[in-house]
């Protein structure tokens, strides 16, 4: 009995161990984020480093850009999206490649987007036109779908 309570004892401690070093790990890399917030999803934390998650948008930037009037495209998007994770390699290239400004959005820790942007699924492109919703595509798309939205639209 006595090797029992031992035993359980070890492993408790060992799970407690994981668990801070766990913690402590996630920390240190959602410090100094650019989210601005302490707590990131791990889906998020995945694509800190991605190429093609790096021209993002927080929600208080967005809406003064659109009380400024001002024009902007925008990429909503959750790093949890099959769809997404699908769609990013092709647009985020795509606009660089065109010349295009397309920030990224992240619903999975923004969520109020949904709602004020009038979002239903993931991914969405939508441009705005002096601060006004002008055009927006919704899903997977092929490339060339994409550049031809971005074309006839006239996102630059």
């Known amino acids: 009995m006595k090797k029992i309570v031992i035993f359980l004892g ?21 410090q100094g984020n650019p989210y601005g917030k302490e707590d990131l999803k791990p889906s998020t934390v995945d694509q800190l480093d991605d190429p093609n998650y790096q021209n993002l948008i927080l929600p208080d930037e967005l809406d003064k850009k659109l009380a400024e009037k001002e024009d902007v495209t925008v990429y909503f998007y959750s790093p949890e ?20 400004d397309l920030v990224q959005y992240n619903l999975l820790e923004f969520e109020q987007g949904w709602d ?14 002096n601060g006004k919703e002008r055009a927006r595509i919704v899903g997977y798309n092929e490339e060339s779908a994409f550049k031809n939205w971005f074309e006839t639209n006239d996102v630059n």
């Open 10 to 30: 070890i492993i408790i401690v060992l799970f407690a161990a994981i668990a801070i070093i766990t913690n402590v790990q996630k920390e240190e890399q959602s």
């Open 116 to 129: 004020e942007y009038k979002l239903e699924s993931t991914p969405t492109i939508v441009h705005f036109k």
């Open 81 to 100: 999206c099959p769809h997404c994770k699908k769609t990013t390699p092709v647009v985020a290239p795509l606009a660089e490649q065109m010349g295009i």
